[in-house]
């Protein structure tokens, strides 16, 4: 009973020693091969001190010595054959969990390389990654760069645009107030304009040469009437705008001899050319200006003459601005 005991807490203990001491798995084995022979060598001691101390050996004890011999041996060889039997399956055993450990060795190794190889994988992809997310670092502090440089840029423009604003709007602020004095000029000058119209007209020349009568009505159809000239520096007004042989609003259509202006008033004062005015015929009633330029004597108030009113002449129109 005692043997059993031994046998099974050794071996309950080489199998869990076994699994992470395997270097020292056949050294166990032998000392427990040892230690089990030296306990078959006790119990033959103890079974032959036993029959010493009976102390009761009778004769039939002694006849039947050989006959305990004999069993003794044949137990022997039993205790020794199923301590080998014993042995084989240890052994048998011990194989078992060797091939056991090294099939889940080479499984490590296997799942250990192909952590290995996963685990470089990664690696390599981290390394790629990284240097993907460099390359893209770059060019993102590229662009950055570029953009701040962009942004100078703008800044000084919005400063620059700023300042032709600034310049910009003083100019507008000094023209708004130029404008507003021109203004004020422009309504002090139609103010003075038409207080002048009340005074003086404005003239202009018809656009073909007809008869006095046709003349006339060419101003009268635009609001004017032939120009009536009454003083000296109107003459000389008058005259400077044409150097033409033109009619003015002087007739003595009505009676001979008796000029009278298209308004009906007489003349008072004439400027005439010298010998002028002669009713050279008996027909000559209309008068026109710039008579005989090239005549000695002819001066810008030396220039009526009486004509015949059915020539053709251009007529010097005079418009009232009221
Ligand atoms: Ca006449
Ligand atoms: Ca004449």
């Not at 270097?23 to 030296?38: A, G, H, L, T």
């Not at 060019?139 to 400063?159: D, I, P, R």
């Not at 008796?258 to 050279?280: H, I, R």
């Amino acid at each position: 009973m005692a043997m059993g005991v031994s046998f099974s807490d050794t071996l309950y203990a080489h199998y869990h020693k076994k699994s992470s001491h395997h270097s020292k798995d056949y050294s166990s084995s032998v000392k427990m091969y040892d230690k089990i022979q030296e306990q078959i060598m006790d119990l033959e001691v103890i079974h032959d001190s036993d029959g010493d101390t009976t102390g009761f050996r009778t004769t039939s004890y002694r006849q039947d010595k050989g006959k305990d011999q004999q069993c003794r041996g044949s137990r022997c060889l039993a205790l020794i054959t199923v301590s080998l039997g014993l042995i084989c399956v240890l052994l048998l055993v011990f194989i078992i969990l060797q091939h056991i450990t090294i099939t889940a060795e080479r499984d490590m190794r296997k799942s250990y390389k192909n952590t290995v190889e996963e685990f470089n994988q990664t690696i390599n992809s981290l390394q790629n990654n990284y240097t993907d997310l460099m390359n893209e670092k770059h060019q993102l502090q590229n662009n950055f760069s570029s953009l701040s440089q962009k942004k100078l840029e703008l800044e000084t423009k919005a400063k620059d645009l700023n300042d032709a604003k600034d310049i910009l709007q003083r100019s507008f602020d000094s023209l708004n107030k130029k404008k507003l004095e021109l203004e004020s000029k422009v309504t002090y000058l139609d103010e003075e304009l038409k207080k002048e119209s009340t005074k003086r007209g404005w003239f202009f020349l018809s656009n073909e040469e007809k008869s006095w009568s046709d003349s006339r009505q060419y101003c009268r159809d635009r609001g004017g009437d032939l120009v009536i000239i009454k003083s000296e520096e109107k003459q000389r007004f008058i005259s400077s705008l044409t150097m033409e042989k033109v009619w003015i609003g002087l007739s003595d259509t009505v009676h001979e001899g008796k000029m009278t202006w298209v308004d009906d008033s007489p003349l008072n004062q004439g400027f005439w050319l010298k010998g002028e005015p002669n009713s050279y015929g008996g027909n000559e009633d209309c008068i026109e200006l710039n008579y005989k330029r090239e005549q000695p004597g002819w001066s810008p108030l030396n220039s009526w003459n009486d004509q015949s009113c059915s020539e053709k002449r251009k007529g010097i129109c005079e418009k009232s601005l009221k």
